[in-house]
Nanobody, 124 residues
Framework: QLQLVESGGGLVQAGGSLRLSCAAS????????MGWFRQAPGKEREFVAG????????YYKDSVKGRFTIFRDNAKNTVYLQMNSLEPEDTAVYYC?????????????????WGQGTQVTVSS
């Protein structure tokens, strides 16, 4: 079992930065591939970024490449999403998710564990 708790969301102006954190309970955090998803009002939840359990491989949604960075600290059971050059289109509830596989899935159905979400609002 794994429990995930996100933090770090908030209100920021366009061009600003935020760092989201996702703290996981459980001793086997390093066995999980982690993903960040987001859901804007009236839209489907979408994949944003993922990182394999070793931290050596990452994958990003095209629109966030070069602006967002996902990284993890297995000693702290935490995965992060550093978001720079934020745009109003990045406004959404951001969720972290976990799957006990070595593959980075982009479909939410593959992830078995989810956090409660944290709101990110980017003003223009």
């Amino acid at each position: 079992q794994l429990q995930l708790v996100e933090s770090g969301g908030g209100l920021v102006q366009a061009g600003g930065s935020l760092r989201l954190s996702c703290a996981a309970s459980g001793r086997t955090f390093s066995s999980y591939t982690m993903g960040w998803f987001r859901q804007a009002p009236g839209k489907e939840r979408e994949f944003v970024a993922g990182i394999r359990w070793t931290g050596g491989s990452t994958y990003y949604k095209d629109s966030v490449k070069g602006r967002f960075t996902i990284f993890r600290d297995n000693a702290k059971n935490t995965v992060y999403l550093q978001m720079n050059s934020l745009e109003p289109e990045d406004t959404a509830v951001y969720y972290c998710a976990a799957v006990r596989q070595s593959y980075i899935y982009v479909t939410q159905g593959e992830y078995g564990y989810w956090g409660q979400g944290t709101q990110v609002t980017v003003s223009s």
